[in-house]
């Protein structure tokens, strides 16, 4: 008799995320965990700051004083993604590969569910920073670095330039995606990831390559995109359900993690 393996349970829940939902669509979800909602409430006070703040912002940030700006860098980096895409892309590779009879019935339990929850992060990430990268050249603006010969409300549709790719700010998306992703999963950090999404946001102003209503604008295309990342995650009873307010928290993880490290110091 063949040993089922970790990765025929990996299989089972890739197939199981696009297979039909066994729920219908949640009618009462909290209002900012609505993907549309998301957009349009970051989208009107976009293009209120392109058409009357971004040109003043982006002459001020000219005059960004020098000396901060390796700080401005280092923050910025992060808003690449590279550490939380390679991380949670080695632990699914990681369970692809690994014997689950070797391991506990009860422990691979809290294990699926680690698996879970780095499939949603590394979906998120992924996700929303491709969806702003498709969106900011087929729009086309004209980045800040351009100042001299172009203002805040050039644009050259589908140039396929990285010089005019700057609505929304990619680095903002996957730093909104990152945030809101981790503040899902792990709600009691949320405070934490919100704060160094925002931050990598901003920096990116700071560093000369975005406008205020790209960076905006790009937070709210990596958060909308990871809301409707978890409600389809939710629809197939996958690491998150819903409570008494419509809000979206995560799936038994908690009890499952504590058991394992409850587990683990006994042994």
């Known amino acids: 008799m063949t040993r089922p393996n970790w990765g025929h349970r990996t299989r089972a829940g890739w197939q199981r995320l696009f297979s039909r939902p066994v729920l219908p669509a949640y009618p009462n979800k909290a209002p900012f965990e609505r993907p549309l909602v998301v957009l349009i409430a970051a989208f009107v006070p976009a293009l209120i700051l392109m058409f009357h703040a971004d040109q003043a912002l982006g002459e001020w940030m000219v005059n960004y004083p020098e000396a901060l700006r390796p ?16 991380s949670t892309g080695m632990f699914l590779l990681l369970s692809a590969l690994a014997p ?4 506990r019935k009860r422990l691979a339990a809290g294990l699926d569910a680690l698996t879970s929850a780095a499939a949603f992060v590394f979906l998120a990430v992924a996700g929303g920073g491709l969806t702003a990268l498709i969106s900011k050249y087929l729009i086309g603006r004209a980045r800040p670095v351009l100042l001299d010969s172009h203002d805040a409300l050039s644009f ?3 140039a396929f330039n990285s010089d005019f790719s700057s609505f929304p700010s990619g680095h903002s ?20 990831f919100i704060t160094l999404g925002i931050l990598i946001c901003v920096s990116r102003q ?3 390559v975005h406008w205020m209503s790209d960076t905006l604008m790009g937070w709210a295309v990596g958060a909308a995109f990871t809301y409707w990342l978890a409600h389809v995650f939710a629809r197939r009873r996958l690491m998150f359900t819903y409570d008494g307010f419509g809000r979206l928290r995560p799936l038994r993880l ?4 504590t058991r394992l490290l409850r587990r683990r110091r006994r042994a």
Request: proline share 4%; glycine share 8%; charged share 20%.
């Open 156 to 158: 050259q549709p589908f």
């Open 206 to 208: 700071f560093v000369g």
């Open 71 to 86: 700080f401005a860098d280092r923050v910025t980096r992060l808003g690449e993604g590279v550490e939380v895409l390679v």
């Open 254 to 257: 908690r009890l499952r993690m």
């Open 100 to 103: 689950v009879w070797l391991v």
């Open 173 to 192: 998306a996957t730093a909104g995606a990152m945030a809101i992703a981790l503040a899902l999963v792990f709600p009691r950090l949320r405070v934490l």
